[in-house]
Nanobody
Framework: QVQLVESGGGLVQPGGSLRLSCGASVSIFRLYSMAWYRQAPGKQRELVAVITSLGITNYADTVKGRFTISRDNAKNMMYLQMNSLKPEDTAVYYC?????????WGQGTQVTVSS
């Protein structure tokens, strides 16, 4: 069974940066379009960024120009570089496939943007 592990979250001040990482137990990133999602308290999980198997990227309007998704197929890793962070970016961030059926969700990594 494929496992996904997110890391790199933390507490950062508004305007700061973080780099999230997503590792997979098997080589999947070259096979599927992958995505970062986030879920804020009391809200539904939302799609943040997508990267296709060809490396084409797409972003939610709320993060466009601030976040960058990338992937390293050889290392079975995916990343989310987050710059100019805002308090509204506070959420638990998850990685998974961009389309159903999803892989079992990992624990996520908490990102808190606060002064």
């Amino acid at each position: 069974q494929v496992q996904l592990v997110e890391s790199g979250g933390g507490l950062v001040q508004p305007g700061g940066s973080l780099r999230l990482s997503c590792g997979a137990s098997v080589s999947i990133f070259r096979l599927y379009s992958m995505a970062w999602y986030r879920q804020a308290p009391g809200k539904q999980r939302e799609l943040v960024a997508v990267i296709t198997s060809l490396g084409i990227t797409n972003y939610a309007d709320t993060v466009k120009g601030r976040f960058t998704i990338s992937r390293d197929n050889a290392k079975n890793m995916m990343y989310l570089q987050m710059n100019s962070l805002k308090p509204e970016d506070t959420a638990v961030y998850y990685c998974n496939k961009a389309q159903i059926p999803y892989i079992s969700w990992g624990q996520g990594t908490q990102v808190t943007v606060s002064s």
